[in-house]
């Protein structure tokens, strides 16, 4: 193997964003299909990052809110 | 490219929403206002120092937005319009709290995995894991309980202030990441350098969260 584990694991995000140049991401490929642990160091970094898109949101202030309502209704209607 | 958390939140196209807003249409505005304010409350906290600041700040965009929406152009998405008055007013506003968050250099370096787990120099396999990753549980479909979640948002907290607002904005508000660039004013490089910084470290904490949760 051309790139070792210790690589890999710094490679993964641009991997994952499609940013690699080919040869070097076909070595990530290579490495993929060769080493259970970083298949599953990736697929980690792929469920932290969609975990991410889950975190629940906190909500406007409810006065916050009607005020913003009412500026809109006074300047807009 | 619609994010999945609007699609799902069912909102209509942006020509549509701007020409209700134009139009007066206050379910309309509601309905923005319900739909974005959670993630750019997120946002503005990585700017400035208090929750109560963020509310601010997120008020003064809505504001804005409410005065401006006459001049949109429609050459951006109007949420990136949106987002981008956001982070204007949350700069200014984390300047004026001292709070500024300097984005031009990238100063994280180093690995983002401790170096200890991967066999050293000399060994037949050097570089290569001691032992592989502990495995996660599966989460039941798909989706990580509300107590995991409650502990990423707490991990995400403790992320640097850099790393915090390229993550949250890729990750947590899935904006594209030339709009990441542009509204933080940094290369793509630096971006995916923050990100891959912010997301290792997040695993990392995950990883913790699942050993110790198997103890
Ligand atoms: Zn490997």
Redesign the interface.
Known sequence: MSL????F??Q???FL?G?LAPEAEQDMIDHLAL????E??LD??R???R???????????GD??S???D???S??? | MLH??DSMAGLPADDVLVAR????D?DA??LL??GW???M??LARSFVSTEASA?EV??ET??AV??G?DGYEGRSSLKTWVYRILTNTAKRRGIREHKVVPMSSVDDSG???D?SR?RPAGDPF????W???P??PTPEQG??S?E??AY??EA?AGLPERQRLV?VLR??E?RP?DEVCELLGIT?ANQ?VL??RA??F??GK??EYYLEEGS
């Open positions: 070792d584990c210790r690589d694991v710094e993964v995000t641009l964003d940013a080493c259970d642990g970083c599953r160091y980690q970094m469920q932290t990052a975990a991410l898109e889950d975190l629940p949101a906190d909500a406007l202030p916050t809110r005020t913003l309502i500026t809109f209704r300047r807009r209607a | 999945y958390a807003l134009r139009s007066g206050e505005f509601a206002l319900d304010s959670g993630g409350l997120r509310a997120v008020q809505w504001l409410i005065e929406i690995p983002t995995v170096p991967f050097a570089g290569h894991w032992q592989f990753p495995s996660w989706l990580m509300s995991v979640r990423l948002a995400l993550v990750d947590v899935g990441y793509a995916r990100l891959h997301r290792a997040l695993r995950l990883e």
